[in-house]
């Protein structure tokens, strides 16, 4: 099964060409739900170089490039491996997803008081580029609700202070 012959890249483009960005990459996750396979494709942004003033950045006084990135959407599919096809999803149902690079876990949302309905929960898991410079990383972590398509932070962060370790999911064991 090729998940990429799959992905709604059409309505990929026209979203970046909406938003002015010129270059994303996709991360990959598979989720258990309901007791079906789910293949969740996270949409990122590779945001141009932000100028970080003198005195933040701490090296010689002079002013570093920091490249910024940040989550844009999500797509997610249920697996069909008897037609060995995906089906894009619209809504959860009464689930929601808790996705990062060391877990990924889909929970009833009744089980999450203040979680939101059809809504997808991430933590930063961009290691790659987290790690590729001393001042950012760590940073691009929220929630993205299915039904109105957008994505929110938990909270403000600020863009010139690296997250060490990135942040990651600690799940509720359920045996």
């Known amino acids: 099964m090729d998940i990429c012959s799959c992905l709604p ?3 990929a483009r026209e979203f970046l060409k909406t938003t ?4 994303c990459s996709y991360h990959f996750y598979l989720v258990e739900s309901c007791g079906e396979l789910l ?3 996270r949409m990122v942004s590779e945001f ?3 100028e970080v003033h003198e005195h933040e950045s701490g ?13 844009l959407m999500f797509y997610v599919f249920r697996v069909d491996l008897h037609h060995k096809i995906l089906v894009e999803m619209e809504s959860l149902g009464d689930q929601v997803l808790f996705l990062g690079g060391n877990n ?3 929970l009833r949302v009744e089980d999450c008081p203040k979680c939101i309905k059809d809504s997808i929960y991430f ?9 590729e410079d001393d001042l950012y990383g760590g940073h691009d972590m929220g929630y993205y609700n299915l039904k109105d398509r957008c994505v929110r932070p938990f909270y403000e962060t600020p863009h010139c202070y690296k997250m060490k370790p990135t942040p990651f999911w600690v799940l509720p064991n359920p045996w």
């Open 39 to 41: 293949s969740v494709v």
């Open 59 to 71: 090296k010689d006084n002079q002013p570093e490039k920091i490249s910024l990135y940040k989550t």
């Open 9 to 11: 890249l059409n309505k």
């Open 48 to 50: 141009t170089d932000v």
């Open 104 to 106: 990924s876990i889909s």
């Open 123 to 131: 933590t930063d898991s961009y290691w790659e580029r987290a790690d």
């Open 20 to 23: 002015r960005q010129v270059c």
